[in-house]
């Protein structure tokens, strides 16, 4: 019998009991290896009950109580990484070594909340005026949500739950439904933590399970990745309903190659960054922007991508995965044809790739454009694929607004040997988070991954300081204590005396 994905509802694994489920494919071979749920609105309302009752008692949980639960997790997360790595590989498509990374990077945000003590502290100054003094104190706001995509099963889920959880909040997390085994594997984990019942909970579905959750009246807090549309939805949706919402969404990384860089760094960083992941990353590098002699290059970074070939998840020796489904490849496919007729040169086309013993696999190979402008649709829109455009200028100056015009501002990469032609990048681009001399700069835990204008809607961004100040409001205490009961008059100013 097929596996049903189970809910998690107040600490129990439970039995969905809608009438509507979904099938969980590998993407290799379209073998339907689980079902998943459509959690029914009567489950979505249980789950936010749940977490509304455990957010009164763990609210007032002491810190280093919050800390030491984040501590047993972040072990028993290392302790099984490679069995979670394995799943994710399963149902994502990934290669192991990728599906690992995954897994990873989100234990590196586990092992930051261990610090919410020293985090979460606020401000203190004495004698603002006489005898008076102010300090700020951070408090949790209740039942947070959030909604995560199929490319980052594991890192996603563990950008949001532990921090909110450490922060003094409950969770509620509705996974993608295309690869829920994973995200249920880290709800499990938590749960043999020690974790009180109705901390985290998890629903699955579609967007009905997210409107529910995203208008429900008592979740104050949304965290949200995926596309422009979606994410625009929420953000305006949630920030209507009067809640904290941090809406995650498209991208067009680019990388500029100065004719001073190291070239075979440049040749093998583009590989990478590209068709890493199939480029199902919101970071994938999909223009490469050729400064002046670096248009040299162009043919040995083609042959680099060319020996680079997609394959299953236990292939030591394939460079990716397919794409997570039969849609997305023939979304990929459309792009790679609308290039074609838009009359840009196609110098490398993965779209016959064939994988021995794989036919049914969501197989698209490296592709690689050149004479692209930027009024194609394949430079305009995010492809999410194996794609990558080259460009050409002739002028650092160039290259920059270029990218300052394009609408995203995700991420970006500059390779350079000049100190000064890299400062003039990274304090002139209008772009969250930049790379020098590193091709996909995802800031580690302790920062914030920071993208800006049409790639993120909200205030605060996810992990790092800002994570808690997303997940937690200030409350600013100013306090005298009378020595004294002397009168000393009314005082109808607002200056304290």
């Known amino acids: ?73 972040q072990h028993l997360l290392k302790e099984n990484h490679d069995e979670i790595a394995t799943l994710l590989a399963q149902e994502t498509g990934k290669t192991f070594e990728d599906a690992k990374g995954d897994v990873w990077r989100g234990i ?37 949500v959030g909604i995560t995509p199929f490319n980052f099963p594991a890192m996603i889920p563990l950008w949001m739950f532990p921090m909110a959880i450490a922060c003094g909040n409950t969770f509620v997390l509705k996974p993608s439904e295309q690869d829920p085994l994973t995200p249920m594997r880290l709800a499990e984990l938590f749960q043999e933590a020690g974790a009180p019942a109705g901390l985290l909970q998890v629903v699955h579905g579609t967007k009905d399970a997210v409107n529910q959750l995203l208008t429900h009246k008592d979740t104050p807090a949304i965290s949200f ?41 440049v040749v093998n960083s583009i590989a990478g960054a590209s068709v890493g992941a199939a480029g199902q990353r919101c970071m ?46 023939e979304k990929v496919l459309g792009f790679i044809q609308q290039g074609k007729d838009a009359g840009a040169d196609c110098i490398l086309d993965g779209s ?33 694929g194996p794609v990558l455009i080259a460009l050409e200028v002739e002028t650092l ?9 394009n609408p995203y501002g995700n991420g970006t990469s500059m390779f350079t040997s000049s100190g000064a032609a890299a400062r003039k990048y990274q304090h002139e681009i209008k772009v969250g988070q930049v790379g020098i001399n590193v091709p996909v700069p995802v800031p580690l835990p302790m920062f914030s991954f920071t993208g800006w204008r049409k790639s993120f809607y909200g205030d605060q961004h996810a992990y790092g300081k800002q994570a808690v100040r997303f997940y937690t409001e200030t409350k600013t205490v100013t306090a005298r204590w009378f020595e004294d009961d002397i009168d000393t008059g009314v005082n109808t100013s607002i200056n304290l005396k």
């Open 1 to 73: 019998m097929t596996q049903q994905v189970p809910l998690l509802i107040n600490g129990e694994m439970i039995q969905s009991q809608s009438e509507q489920w979904l099938p969980v494919t590998n993407p290799a071979t379209q073998e339907v290896i689980a079902q998943v749920p459509c959690a029914t609105d009567a489950e979505v309302e249980q789950a936010v009950e749940a977490a509304k009752v455990a957010f009164e008692t763990w609210k007032e949980t002491p810190v280093g109580e919050r800390a030491r639960l984040m501590l047993r997790y």
């Open 108 to 144: 590196e945000v586990v092992e930051h909340a261990c610090n919410i003590a020293s985090l979460s502290m606020g401000e203190t100054v004495e004698n603002v005026a006489r005898k008076i003094d102010c300090y700020s104190i951070t408090q949790p706001l209740g039942v947070c």
């Open 352 to 384: 016959d790739v064939v994988v021995e013993g794989y036919p049914d696999g969501n197989w698209v190979g490296p592709t690689m454009f050149r004479g692209v402008t930027t009024d194609m649709s394949i430079y305009q829109q995010e492809i999410f």
């Open 397 to 405: 100056e160039e290259a920059i607004e270029l990218i300052n015009n």
């Open 225 to 265: 990745v995926g596309s422009v549309a979606v994410g625009e939805h929420i953000y305006r949706t949630g920030t209507d309903k009067m809640k904290r919402v941090q809406a995650f969404a498209g991208a067009k990384n680019h990388m500029v190659i100065m004719p001073d860089a190291a070239k075979n760094q």
């Open 284 to 329: 994938a590098i999909s223009v490469a922007v050729f400064v002046g002699k670096s248009r040299e290059w162009i043919p040995e970074v083609r042959d680099a991508l060319a020996k680079v070939r997609p394959g299953a998840w236990n292939d030591p020796e394939a460079g990716y995965g397919p794409q997570i489904n039969p849609q997305a490849k």
